[in-house]
């Protein structure tokens, strides 16, 4: 924990530093491959949507309260499995109050009656069982609310960011990370075979104001070093790798503390409950979440340095960086062959840039100002001698005021 601490002092200070601007081939490869990997996924398999999106039946099974547990779910859940109807195959059980709730496919009359009986003869004290028809097109009004919703959360954080920073190129850098995890994270769901269902768009809906965040302090760090970037001597793509190692810690930390227990749900969801509405939630969160991490870090500095590339002040800084390292590298490289002595030293970075360099015949001779005549009769004035003055053997021969011993003092 120590030497964390340190780690995180030394990034905060600079005295260490992680290349994560520098090397834009690797951060946009790696972004690269992921987006257009998760996006050919979802082409080739894509996803596996839930009844509320498709359409299915669900099963109320009533029981007594002590009776809704786990354990008759997973023991229906195997019936329905086994009854040798191929809809349903991979039931949704769930515990609800006073009932377990069973969804499957839409299924003929005979496949509801062999459903019907399979459930009735898994567990005891059944008391009824009722069945309801899930339409499509519940799901597409879920899904039609849901893509309403980010778009109108997308178009405000975006106002919301161009006008608390001023720049727009800060939005579309936040944008570009926020299309990233979305992207993976739908991705990761085609992958995983995981149904989508309204929990999971929820859980998406959670990640993004998760990943704006992250980005929000990363680009706050970044505006606050580049105030004065010309003080400070920095170029825009330095300021902004030291904003990133300035704020590592803290995106780590705060990626860690929510994501253990994420994935502790997930866990117990996929492991024990079987396939639920909690799971959906726990995977899209936790996915979003990693990935939001990571695009917080390497994509969204990486791609705010790529677009201010062009502007003016970042391009003069660029410059007067590879002046004074040319300078450094070889200090009489810019001194000329022939020259008077006084000809002054010329940064060549100030030429480079136009900035005023003042003759050598112009330049103003500096003299040190008169000299004050030597102070006489001021300062401190040495009192009288008590006694006659003459030489001194304990002195060395040199006059010195006499004094009268301790036992004489005071007698005359």
């Known amino acids: 924990m120590g030497k964390f601490s340190r780690l995180g002092n030394d990034l905060y200070g600079g005295r260490k530093s992680y290349d994560f601007v520098h090397k834009k081939s690797i951060w946009y490869g790696i972004s690269l491959v992921l987006v257009v990997g998760a996006i050919a996924i979802v082409l080739l398999r894509g996803l596996n949507f839930g009844i509320e999106f498709t359409g299915g039946t669900q099963y109320k099974v009533s029981l007594p309260t002590s009776q809704v547990n786990q354990t008759n779910a997973d023991t229906i859940r195997e019936a329905v499995a086994g009854a040798g109807v191929p809809e349903a195959e991979a039931p949704i059980v769930t515990t609800a109050g006073e009932a377990i709730l069973v969804q499957i496919e839409e299924l003929t009359q005979t496949e509801s009656d062999t459903i019907t009986t399979a459930i009735q003869g898994s567990v005891d004290g059944v008391r009824d069982i009722s ?85 929000v302090v990363v680009f706050d760090k970044i505006k606050e ?77 990486r791609v705010l340095v790529h677009l201010k590339s062009n502007e003016t002040e970042v391009v003069l800084a660029e410059k007067r960086a590879k002046a004074r390292a040319r300078a450094a590298a070889d200090k009489y490289a810019s ?42 009769g001021r300062g401190r004035v040495a009192p009288e001698a008590r006694g006659p003055i003459g030489p001194s053997a304990s002195s060395g021969g040199r006059n010195q005021p006499s004094r009268k011993p301790r036992s004489k003092r005071g007698k005359s």
């Open 131 to 215: 069945q309801d028809e899930i339409s499509a097109s519940w799901g597409q009004e879920v899904a039609k609310r849901a893509a309403l919703g980010v778009t109108v959360f997308i178009v405000l954080v975006m106002l919301f960011i161009g006008i608390y920073f001023r720049e727009w190129k800060m939005s579309v850098a936040a944008f570009v990370a926020l299309f990233h995890d979305i992207a993976i994270t739908i991705g990761v769901y085609a992958l995983s075979g995981f149904q989508v269902t309204p929990s999971a768009v929820t859980g998406l809906l959670a990640i993004l104001g998760f990943s704006l965040y992250d980005t």
């Open 225 to 301: 070093n580049t105030h004065e970037m010309r003080q400070t001597r920095q170029t825009y793509a330095q300021a902004a790798n030291l904003a990133v190692n300035q704020t590592l810690v803290r995106s780590v930390n705060t990626g860690i503390v929510a994501l253990i227990p994420i994935g502790a749900i997930l866990y117990v969801s996929a492991t024990q409950l079987g396939s639920s509405s909690l799971q959906d939630l726990a995977l899209s969160q936790f996915v979003g979440m990693a990935v939001g991490v990571y695009s917080s870090i390497f994509l969204a500095p």
């Open 335 to 376: 001194v000329p062959t022939t020259h008077a002595e006084d000809t002054p030293v010329v940064d060549p970075g100030d030429v480079e840039h136009g900035e005023d360099v003042v003759p050598a015949g112009s330049i103003p001779t500096r003299t040190a100002p008169p000299r004050q005549p030597e102070a006489t």
